[in-house]
């Protein structure tokens, strides 16, 4: 059985940083495309940052600010979020791919205070 599960979210003041670890199991996900996702209150769940093959892909409100990584060694994907805004609030999910986002892990709220 696959499963993503997330790690690393909290509360955190603006200005902050916060890292977020995605653990996969079930299958290896070295060809994968993996990902972050984002879903505030009320909105769209938007893909924040990915890697695949050599590309990384980062969306213009976290550029600078956020780093993705992964370690396909030990199927691991990590969100290190740095400079952190009220506006960063959101539930983050990890997902994996090859063509679409096939998997899903359950989410963690990441909340910023002013």
């Known amino acids: 059985q696959v499963q993503l599960e997330e790690s690393g979210g909290g509360l955190v003041q603006a200005g902050g940083s916060l890292r977020l670890s995605c653990a996969a199991s079930?299958?290896?996900?070295?060809?994968?495309?993996m990902g972050w996702f984002r879903q505030a209150p009320g909105k769209e769940r938007d893909l924040v940052a990915a890697?695949?093959?050599?590309?990384?892909y980062y969306a213009d409100s976290v550029k600078g600010r956020f780093t993705i990584s992964r370690d396909n060694a030990k199927n691991t994907v990590a969100l290190q979020m740095n400079s952190l805004k009220p506006e960063d609030t959101a539930v983050y999910y990890c997902?994996?791919?090859?063509?679409?986002?096939?998997?899903w892990g359950q989410g963690t709220q990441v909340t910023v205070s002013s």
């Open positions: 997902a994996a791919g090859l063509v679409k986002w096939d998997y």
């Open positions: 079930g299958r290896t996900f070295s060809g994968y495309r």
């Open positions: 890697m695949g093959g050599r590309s990384t």
